[in-house]
C-alpha cells in the first residue's frame, strides 16, 4: 500500500491551548524523511503561545486535581479508546513524518494505548507511616502543578503518553512539546484530548527547537518529563536550577549486548539483529554495542551479514518494508559520517553503501574487527550499524560494556540463566534483559545511569514522580 493521506488529515493541524484548537504564530515543514517531501505545515508556538499555554495549564490545575483520581483515570481510558478509534489514520500520519514502516507505526500506537490503560490502572493510596499510642503519621501524595512534557522524534506517541499519563492520573497539568521533525501525530492526540479533558488540563504546541528552553525556565513549571539527548537534558537541568524544577531526564545509551559461549550463532543472530535494527536502530535502548566471544565470533558475523543482506528497507507505507530511512537529514548526515570511520578502522561485512535518490536511507550495515576507540563504538550512533566486537575473556567484556559515560540497558545472551544473571549483576545500567530485548511494560519502571538519565518512567515508581510526598502527623 502506498496511501498518501488525504488533505482533510493533513491539512488541519492545529496546537492545543486552554482547550483551544488553534493555529500557530507562523508553521514550520514536517519532511517525510522517506521522501524528503513536505508532510505538512506544522503550526509553530511562539513564546507568547508558549507563555498562553502553561498559563492555561495552571489555571486548570486546582479543579483538576480536585476531580477524583477516579474520574481522571475514566477520561485517560478514553483516550486509550480514542487513540485505537483512530489507530490506522494516525499510524500512516505516523510513518509520514518519522520514516518508520506501517506496522511499526501500528505497534507503536498499540503500545501507546497499551501503556495509557497500563498507567492509569496504578493507584496512589495514603500510605500509614506509623500509628502509636500518640500519633498517627500518613504520607499522601499530592501533585506537583504543572508538567512540561519535552519528547524526542523516535517514538513521539508512545514517549508523550508515557509522560502525559501518569501527570494526569496523579492530578497535574501538562503542557507537551514535540520534536520539531515529528509533531504531526501528537497534535493529532492533542485534538483528541480536547474533546476528552477539561480546558487547559492538556495543551500540546510545537516548536522550530526553540520554545524548549522558555518551558524549563518558566516559573510557572512545576516539572520537566524529558527524553532526548544527553546534551540537551545537561541544558535541561541547568535550566531547571533556578527554580528548583523536578525533573525525570531520560537520555542517550549506548547499550552493550553480551553474548555468552554457549549460544547457537544461528538462532541467537535474528535476535540481535532485531535489538540492534529496531525502528533502524533509533532506540535509545537498541544494542549498539555487541559482544562475542572469540570462539563463535565469525560463525555470528557472517549470520548477522546475512539477515543484514536479506533485509528490505524503503518507504515505510511500501508493503514488506522492515527498515525505514533515518528521520532526519542531520542523524542521517551523522550516522554516514560515524560509518566512513568504522570503514577506515575495521572491515564493513554488510551494507555500508552510499544511498541514490532522495530519502535518508542507510542499509543495515555490519562492521567486524573494531577497536573501542571508534566512533560507531564509543558514541551513540542512533543508526543501523552494528559493531561486533571480539572479547576472549568475559571478565574484560564486562568491563569494556562498563567503560561508557552512558547506561541505560544491556542485554545478556546465554544458555544458562545463572551464568546471564550474573553477568547482569556486573552490568552498570539501568535495565539488563536477559535473552530478550525492549521488553517494557508500563507496569515495570526504567531509567538509567551514568549519563543516560535522572529518575524513572513507567511503573509505580515512575507514578511517583509526579507527585510530591505530603506526611500528616496527627497526635492522638
Ligand atoms: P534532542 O535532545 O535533540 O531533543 C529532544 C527534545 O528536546 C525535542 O523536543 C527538542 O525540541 C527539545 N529541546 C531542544 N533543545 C532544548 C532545550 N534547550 N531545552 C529543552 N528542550 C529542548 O533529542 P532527539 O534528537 O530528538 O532524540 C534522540 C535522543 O533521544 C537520543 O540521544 C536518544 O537516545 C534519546 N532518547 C532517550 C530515550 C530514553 O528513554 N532514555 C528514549 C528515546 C530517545
Redo the contacts with the bound molecule.
Sequence with gaps: MNAQLKPSQTGDFRLLIGGKLVPGASTIDVINPATEQVVAACPRADVAQANEAVAAAKAAFPGWAATPLAERRALLLKLADAIDARKMDLARLLTQEQGKPLNGAIFELMVASGNIRGLAALELPVETVKDTDEAKVVRVRSPLGVVAA??????PVI?MVTKLTPALLAGNTVVV????TTPLTTLKVGELCAEIFPPGVVNVIA?A?DL??V??AHPDVAKIA???????GR??MA?AAATLKRLTL????NDAAIVLDDVNPQEIAPKLFFAAMVNSGQV?LAAKRIFVPESIYDAVCAELAKLAAAAKVGNGLDKGVEFGPLQNRMQFEKVKAIIEDARAQGKIIAGGEPHEGPGFFIRPTIVSGLPDSARLVCE?Q?GPVMPVLKYSKLEDAIARANASEYG?GATVWSASPERAYEVAMKLDTGTVWINKHLDLPPDVPYG?TKQ??YGV?LGQQGLLEFTQTKIINMAK
Design positions: 519535552i519528547t524526542p522524534w523516535n517514538f514517549m512539546k514535540p520534536a520539531p516548536d527547537n524548549g528552553g518551558l524549563t524529558f527524553t532526548g539527548s544527553t546534551a540537551t541544558k535541561v535550566s531520560e537520555l542517550g545509551g535509545c551513540e542512533f541505560l538509567g543516560s538519565g518512567e
